[in-house]
């Protein structure tokens, strides 16, 4: 793929300007759809569960928990002020769908800020990141230090027990961000809002039920989610540099892919696959990303991968600063350990 310079780019952010504007009806019409279909699918599930089967109410959890994905772009919209017009209502509706999606609204907005700031920054990362270390940071890490990193970007953590920690554990305590009394105190009181929630649920339902059907469509949304995200950034073409050869715009559209799913796929994860456009303008709601592409196809050659491609992304692990690309731990052995 050819890379645009930082002048080309630019003139994107200019030519994008017009998609940037917030919509109030749109925003409560996606609202409401999501809200019926999730609720819809629970009660379903649990219609499942009471009559057919605890098999049928976990393959429900599969529906449910990619709505819970879109509850969260929702809330991600929120989070960049995109949804509603009107910041304050951003804000507390984002803080109200962080219930549902347990992810506390003011700690992630300010690790997700931080993210699109330094997006393919290899001077500053760790901040809403798939951790991702250099060929050469690993080969001068100790074996135990390795051993780690392996076992972290395992896809059985990456999907797997790392979605579920990541959720029921470290969300609820943001320690990298103790020092921040709002933020600390925002997520107390969302913490506090989960478990009313989930009491009310187990009130209605029953422990047992709310175990086996909100659980597993939590988890699943979960690992949806994270997988979602790392193919966003974690790709063969994808871009990372140092200042002052970074340029955000620049790593903005060419770090980021363009995942390429189909329709139904798109629209139940908000079209966050569109996400070179959403990291070059973030202000796009997440509705107007297709006619975004629509407008402008030649952003559809920028970083494009299909479901099948985005496969063969689950072996990449390294950045290889020489060759300028993610590699997998086996092309590290066999390139620099030889």
């Known amino acids: 793929m050819t890379h645009l310079s930082a002048e080309n780019v630019k003139a994107w952010s200019t030519r994008l300007a017009p998609y940037r504007s917030a919509s109030n009806s749109r925003a409560v019409t996606e609202l409401l759809i999501t809200a019926v279909l999730l609720v819809a699918t629970w009660a379903l599930s649990w219609a499942a569960y009471t009559h057919v089967g605890l ?111 990541m959720f029921f554990l470290r969300h609820r305590v943001p320690l990298a961000l103790v020092k921040d009394r709002t933020i600390w105190i925002s997520t107390m009181l969302t913490n506090v809002a989960i478990a009313m929630f989930f009491l009310l649920l187990i009130y209605s339902v029953g422990l047992k039920a709310f175990l086996w059907i909100h659980l597993p469509m939590v988890v699943t949304g979960a690992s949806i989610g994270m997988w979602m995200f790392y193919v966003q950034h974690q790709f063969d073409d994808t871009m990372w540099d140092v200042p002052p050869d970074w340029k955000r715009d620049v790593a903005a559209l060419h770090g980021s892919s363009f995942y390429d799913l189909p329709k139904p796929l798109m629209w139940i994860s908000g079209n966050i696959g569109i996400h070179h456009v959403h990291h070059l303008s973030s202000k796009i709601p997440f509705h107007q990303l297709p006619k975004v592409l629509r407008d402008f196809p030649e952003l559809k050659k920028a970083g494009r991968l299909t479901f099948l491609e985005s496969l063969k992304t689950i072996r990449l692990a390294l950045w290889d600063e020489k060759e300028r690309r993610l590699i997998s731990f086996r092309e590290a052995r066999q390139l620099h350990m030889a």
Not at 89 to 111: A, Q
């Open 55 to 165: 098999w049928a109410s976990l393959l429900l959890s599969i529906p449910g928990g990619a709505l819970m994905v879109r509850v969260f772009i929702l809330q991600h919209d929120c989070g960049h002020g995109s949804l509603f017009e009107v910041q304050k209502v951003n804000t507390w509706v984002g803080r109200c769908l962080s219930i549902v999606t347990m992810t506390p609204y003011d700690s992630w907005r300010d690790s997700h800020a931080r993210h699109h700031a330094n997006s393919g920054n290899l001077h500053d990362r760790g901040y809403g990141d798939i951790d991702t270390l250099t060929v050469e940071e690993y080969l001068q890490s100790s074996t135990w230090e390795r051993f780690k990193y392996r076992v972290y970007r395992h896809p059985l953590c990456l999907f797997g027990f790392g979605p579920a920690y």
